[in-house]
């Protein structure tokens, strides 16, 4: 998927929304609530994916799409605290639950009670295992795969990289660890050099990698997991080092610093990361599922990608300070739930 | 050598000098120098937010500020957002950042002293209200520091950089203010015995409140400072320096039942502190070896420093 239609199947929401509904074959779901259930508010992917529901679910609302879709966040990202309020949500009646969940096994208790009480519960990024709950999940290992790809296409000789990887312990850090492991065992070109943790924090990858940096030898290329490439960038700067090929992950200051190392000097790299939107993606999956659509469990949704054709377009997109980001429309969920079928 | 040895702040400095040998020997001769100036640039914001917690927990068992992080988070979230990247605002910045810190030591106060609530649940319960305010101001957007100001946290004088010298400045303020001061006196005194430090005419409270404000305009200096330096604040962005705080004070030789603070310790733990990390990736230790090893290595640190206290 192109980023220029994703960004028009975003313009277009505003008609799909009240169309759709209309021309749908499916039972109505005026009258149906749903639910947000998400653990953490403390950084701006997690900011913007909030803006994002609040502005395609609050649409959806004022078309009288559904009844209510309301937001709920955990102040201190812990399960027992979800699971709470999980309980809260099944008491109050809400006929659906999208959830984006602080750890992929602890709530299923809370989660079984939510579809023993009928509610649907559809969860997505952070995905839950229990059976009866659907999940949107991004497929973290070709994201990371994907990055030793596009070295290779750009190195051919291969050389030195730095892995810089998320918060340790965490499913998302694993998976993307365990898809550039796979990536550089295909290229045996590529040597991972030095690894550090950068908590997908601009700051912390900078402390590590300035840290690390005095110690390695050249650097030709470094792969992330989004939300640490411009920290490297600023470490890297900092030691008066020839810059690498970093790979981004979509944030706008990344993107703005991309963009002007290009001006400069023809700097190409790539960015992909996660679109915060997914969670209007869910949001419609939801209300699909409500109104009656067969849908299978696990669905895959693509991650965004930023090419050095995509750059200037999506940079101008972007909000100052934000992250790039695409509002996914109904008929974008009928599209991926049949693509899901195909592929059964 | 002997009475070297025996001072508290040795063994943080100790550690720091170790480690950074170890490092360095990694590295060719350039490396070194490289590893020492990114030491003294991160090891800088620790130090100063170091500063803050040392003086509070100096004032006895139970006094600690956990909401250093969302202070952090808030002057740099509020003063990034007041200078708006326009040139020439670095002195308005200082100003909201330093407002905030004054604000938020006040507030801390106000609930330990007028709700007598225990300072680790006042400052656990504020720092909620403050990272959601800083949530709700900007909605975790990241605005660039003014050129002049990033240009600045980022430089260096005489190949040191300058939130060292920062750094470096407001330590020698701090040790003044604790070992020539009046102010000092008494906070050692109310940290030792706070009901004798109050019978001899200590206004304990008001120490106190001061110690609480203090410790918040450090954090808000530092939030300010690390959003300039990393080009923008970021909602995460205290998250590293709440234990943090509180382990370059312990490492440091300071006192954790109060009474007794130690400056030059902090600095010398907030350089090892970052060395550590450093090292154990340089070697290329895993996240779980790495936690492992930092944690024992603290420990034994701090039993090397506490031992040679009760030998005395």
Redesign the interface.
Known sequence: MTISRLLLGAAAIAVSAGVASAESHLSETSDMRIALSNNYAGNSWRQAMLQSWEEVAGKAVENGVVAAADAYTTSENQATEQAAQIQNLILQGYDAIVLNAASPTALNGAVRAACDAGVVVVSFDGVVTEPCAWRIAVDFQQMGREQVEYLATRLPDGGNLLEIRGLAGVFVDDEIHAGIQAGVEANPQFEIVGSVHGDWAQDVAQKAVAGILPSLPEIDGVVTQGGDGYGAAQAFEAAGRDMPIIVLGNRQDEMKWWAEMRDESGYETLSLSIAPGVATLAFWVSQQILAGAEVPKDLTVPFLKVTQDTLDETLAATPEGSVANVLYSQEDAQKVIADAKEAM | MEKIISRPWSWSWLAAALTFAI??A??DGS??G??AY??L??GAFAAIVGLGQMIVITLGPGNVDLSIPAVMTLSGTLALKAMGSEPGTAMLGLGVAVLVGLGTGAANFALIYALRLPPIVATLAAS?VY?SIA?WSN??????PPAGLADFA?GRVLGVPNVALVGLALAIVVWIALERSVWGRWLLASGQNLRAARLAGVPVETVRASAYVTVTVLASVAGYL?AS????A????G??YLLMSIAVVVIGGTSIAGGLSNVPGVWGAALFM??V??ML??Y?AG??VR?VLTGLIIIGIVIAASTKRARK
């Open positions: 490092t360095s990694l590295t490396g070194a490289a590893l990114a030491a640039s991160f909620l990272q949530i909605r975790g957007l990241r605005i660039k980022t690390l330096f990393s080009g923008g970021a909602l995460n962005m998250q590293d970052f060395l990390v450093s990736n340089s290329g996240a779980g936690m």
